[in-house]
């Protein structure tokens, strides 16, 4: 998973279950899903969107110009790479 948070990119792995606590918002990962828990905007949008764990799937809170993006791992191997 992958966070943008401002002009910061930061990469968290959804295998571990943890809270992050940024200055503006709280994340949850847990069980591979993330969601954000809290967060100092006024409509809470990202809030309502819940729980996400797939790939290219997103919450994005413009107000704290932030972004939370589940990537696929580039590290994985499979047939095309032969």
């Given at each position: ?46 809030v309502m969107?819940g729980?996400i ?12 110009l ?17």
């Amino acid at each position: 998973m992958k966070i943008d948070y401002k002009n910061q990119t930061i990469k968290y792995s959804l295998n571990q279950n943890r809270k992050i606590d940024l200055e503006n918002l709280s994340i949850e990962i847990k069980m591979g899903k993330a969601r954000i828990r809290h967060s100092n905007c006024k409509n809470q949008y990202c809030v309502m969107q819940g729980w996400i764990s797939h790939v290219n799937q997103s919450i994005i809170c413009v107000p704290n110009l932030f972004k939370m993006t589940i990537s696929q791992n580039t590290d994985t191997h499979d047939s095309t790479n032969y």
